[in-house]
Structures are given as C-alpha cells and as structure tokens.
C-alpha cells in the first residue's frame, strides 16, 4: 500500500469563455475502476484485477491494494456498512467464478468471501446500501423471467435472496447494466430498478418495502441490445432522474433523461438534455450531475441551464461533502469542487 498526493490537472469546456479546474489523483494503477462510494472519511474505489483504493482521510491520501485470489475478478459496486465494515461486489458470470461478495471487517487490510453464486446465469449489477437499516438489496440480471434479489444484512454478515411473488413479464435480452452500479435505487421505502437491452427501456417498482410485488412504471422508451437505462438518482423522495444511452454510440443520446415528481409512479422525458451516453446521474444538492466515458455535464433546475464539464472519462461518480469524486478507465481518478460548478454556472450567465 501507498500514499499519494493530489496532482493538478486542467480540463477545457466547450464554451471557450468557461473553464474549470480538474484535480487528477494519480494512482500506480491502470485498473478501470466502476464502483466508487463514499461515507465519513471514507472513499472506497473498486476496479478491475481486483483492485480497490481507498482514502480514509476524504481524499487527502490514497492507498491501493489488490484482493488475494480476486485478479481475475472486476469489483463494479460496494457499500461501506461502517468504520470497519466493508463490502465489495463483483460483476461476472456465475459459471466463471465472478459472481461473489467480498467482506472486508478491519477496514480493508484483510478480506473474505461473504456470498457467491457457483452455477447459473447470475451476474451481479448494482447494490441499494439502506445506511440507516444496515441492510442492502444485491441484483442480479434475470434467471428464468424475474430479476433474482438478495437482502444484504450486515449486522449478521449474511446475505438471503428474497422470495419475490409477482414481477412484470420481462422483454426479450431485457437486463440491467452494471456500468456504474446505480441501476437500483432504494428510496422511500420502495426498489426502482432500470433496464435495457431489450427492445424498450423499462422502468420497474417494488409495490412495498417487503421487495415481494412489482410493477411496471414505464415502458415507452425505445432501445436495443446496446442501449436503455443505465443509473437512476434521487434529488429526494420523490424526485428521481433516470438517464442512459447507447454504450456503443458515446456521443449520441436517443434515451434521454427521464424525470419523475411523484417517487416513480408517473415519468416525464425531459425536453433538454446533452447528447453523450450517460453511465451515472448524481444530484449534488444544487444541481445535477451526469457523467460518460466521452463527456459530462452539469444541470441547474431553477435556471434550466446545463453546462459542459469537458471531455471525460468517467463511469461513476459521487458527492463527497463539497467535492466530486470521478473514476474511469485506466487509473482515472479526478475530483471538482462544488465551489467550482457555482463559478461555472456564474460565468455562464
């Protein structure tokens, strides 16, 4: 494990008049990295090969270590249950040896195998941490007509599926991407789960907090095997954006961005949006944040204005206290202040 410092780096927007100040970390490691999370201190990254890095002192040192017996193994999504308690998921095939969850109970200096799938077409997409409870909910892409699920309780370090009863009729190829871990959001009290790959986007809802009975809550958006939903965010209870694209087409969007004002039960397309392929939406108190492989931007409600944050390479992205955290492929790691998104958004007027 190693430490290191923050380098700067600076990063041109489209608007000639407009520039911003990108802060790269440069990490040893060329590991793409998807999952990133943060709580406290803390920042927790996981990659490819196994790798994860970390900071315990919000993002003033780094450290970087690979997992023993996981370097085969890409880490798209974690939670941090607390201090000590860790949790890391890993996105494969079952039949490879790549659907499995790591535990991690001191911080990080020794893991081991929580839960595992052996056989079967499973293959783990995102994690809903609920901090509060202390429990999560583990998706996986679809076994035999419904999305298999599987509650996380992290007080007793055991993980159960859950018994769902009624689920909408899934489309042919219908999946959820594992991009950036943020196709299942829970929030009041219910799952919002994304899809694609199919010949429509769908959005999907748990009728109650039992995760038992689901419905469908929109089914109109056009897609294929290459495109759909890719994240879902929450502003808060009962504003959500859902945002993807084509991961084939980085610099088109025919998905969009999607908007509901009622905790899901309707949705609304937005009639403005930038047109890149768009891995993970984030709100970031004042305004929304989404972020791809090619581009990213910025959007501020009241003004109905969006800003450019450059050519990026991001696939996730998080709030931490008053900066964004970004990672991506080979090693990317950046981070931009909320302080900086004001004087964006200023210059722009």
Same mark, same amino acid.
């Given at each position: ?18 520039? #911003? ?22 920042? @927790? ?82 994690? #809903? @941490? ?38 909408? *009729? ?9 991009? *950036?871990?943020?196709?299942?959001? @829970? ?38 095997? *290459? ?77 109905? %204005? ?14 931490? %206290? ?7 492929? %080979? ?7 909320? #302080? ?8 722009? %007027?």
């Amino acid at each position: 494990m190693k430490l290191h410092t923050l380098l700067l780096a600076f990063c041109l927007f489209q608007a000639p008049s407009i520039q #911003a100040q990108w802060t790269n970390i440069l990490l040893e490691t060329k590991a793409s990295f998807r999952a990133i999370r943060s709580q406290k201190d803390q920042i @927790w990254i996981g990659g490819t090969q196994g790798t994860v890095v970390y900071s315990l002192d919000a993002g003033k040192t780094w450290q970087e270590t690979k997992i023993a017996g996981a370097e085969k193994l890409d880490f798209r999504d974690l939670a941090i249950v607390n201090q000590e308690k860790i949790i890391l998921m890993s996105a494969g095939p079952a039949e490879k040896g790549a659907a499995k969850l790591f535990i991690s109970k001191d911080q990080g200096q020794t893991w081991n195998l929580l839960f595992e799938k052996k056989t079967g077409p499973y293959f783990f997409d995102a994690i #809903a @941490w609920n901090q509060k409870k202390q429990e999560g909910v583990l998706l996986s892409d679809p076994i035999q007509g419904q999305f298999p699920l599987f509650r996380i309780k992290a007080k007793e370090d055991r993980v159960e599926e859950i018994k769902i009863k009624e689920f909408p *009729s899934l489309l042919p190829r219908e999946a959820a991407f594992a991009a *950036s871990g943020s196709s299942l959001l @829970w929030v009041l009290g219910k799952l919002n789960l994304v899809t694609g790959g199919a010949s429509h986007a769908r959005i999907i809802q748990s009728d109650d907090e039992t995760f038992t009975q689901f419905l469908d809550r929109h089914h109109s958006t056009p897609a294929d095997s *290459s495109s759909g939903f890719f994240s879902i965010g929450a502003r808060n209870k009962l504003n959500y954006w859902v945002v993807g694209g084509n991961y084939l087409q980085l610099n088109e969007n025919k998905i969009g961005i999607l908007e509901t004002n009622n905790g899901g039960l309707t949705w609304e397309k937005i009639a403005e949006f930038p047109k890149f392929y768009m891995e993970k939406v984030l709100w970031t108190g004042k305004y929304w944040v989404v972020i791809g492989p090619s581009q990213s931007a910025a959007y501020h409600p009241k003004t109905k %204005k969006w800003i450019s944050l450059g050519e990026t390479h991001f696939h996730n992205v998080i709030l931490h %206290k008053k900066h964004l955290f970004a990672v991506g492929s %080979k090693g990317t790691l950046a981070t931009l202040s909320l #302080a900086e998104l004001d004087q964006l958004f200023l210059s722009k %007027k």
